[in-house]
T-cell receptor, first 111, second 113 residues
Framework: QKEVEQNSGPLSVPEGAIASLNCTYS??????FFWYRQYSGKSPELIMF????GDKEDGRFTAQLNKASQYVSLLIRDSQPSDSATYLC???????????FGKGTLLTVNP | DTGVSQNPRHKITKRGQNVTFRCDPI?????LYWYRQTLGQGPEFLTY????????KSRLLSDRFSAERPKGSFSTLEIQRTEQGDSAMYLC???????????FGEGSRLTVL
């Protein structure tokens, strides 16, 4: 079983729709959860982090964490073509010095 | 602040040659990480420095790989006797304090022929 699993996609949504990205993890000791966005040919950039169960909102982005289910999600409201990218889920434990990344989900937002 | 800087951005080398990559982190960041990413995969942890101390190396990092961070500033990643399987994007990231908020550089892409 992979440590961090994501659907590779591609996930295709129309402009203005809600995009829902999901991630599961296997290490129950995981304490911190991150979503990175990676445009093609570019490096990952952090868009959200969440440490506690529940929802965390930042602009059009909402991260959701359910530690009992070992599940993290990212919702993107009012999706824009500029949101088209690969979204990487990353999980940390303890001092966070070693994040474990999933393979990423490719999101395409169609105008 | 110009962010995390890596060079060279691209390196093509022949199998068996040595290569070295350099990373300049964000100046106030005390933690520096090296990750490797291949096509269709997420970044994989290679090694981590807190200031000048290398605190962990992944089992992915064979003895052909060595990393240094003299004086806790820039870091170098050297790969000796390169193999085709070393072809990847080598990403450097830095952070401040005890968070997972990593700031990545643009990466150094290695192609081993």
């Amino acid at each position: 079983q992979k440590e961090v699993e994501q659907n590779s996609g591609p996930l295709s949504v129309p402009e203005g729709a809600i995009a829902s990205l999901n991630c599961t993890y296997s290490d129950r000791g995981s304490q911190s959860f991150f979503w990175y966005r990676q445009y093609s040919g570019k490096s990952p950039e952090l868009i959200m982090f969440i440490y506690s169960n529940g929802d965390k909102e930042d602009g059009r982005f909402t991260a959701q964490l359910n530690k009992a289910s070992q599940y993290v999600s990212l919702l993107i409201r009012d999706s824009q073509p500029s949101d088209s990218a690969t979204y990487l889920c990353a999980v940390g434990r303890g001092s966070n010095y070693k994040l474990t990344f999933g393979k990423g989900t490719l999101l395409t937002v169609n105008p | 602040d110009t962010g995390v800087s890596q060079n060279p951005r691209h390196k093509i080398t022949k199998r068996g040659q040595n290569v070295t990559f350099r990373c300049d982190p964000i100046s106030e960041h005390n933690r520096l990480y090296w990750y490797r990413q291949t096509l269709g995969q997420g970044p994989e942890f290679l090694t981590y420095f807190q200031n000048e101390a290398q605190l962990e190396k992944s089992r992915l990092l064979s003895d052909r790989f060595s990393a240094e961070r003299p004086k806790g500033s820039f870091s170098t990643l050297e790969i000796q006797r390169t193999e085709q399987g070393d072809s990847a994007m080598y990403l450097c990231a830095s952070s401040f304090g005890n968070t997972g908020e990593l700031f990545f550089g643009e990466g150094s892409r290695l192609t081993v022929l």
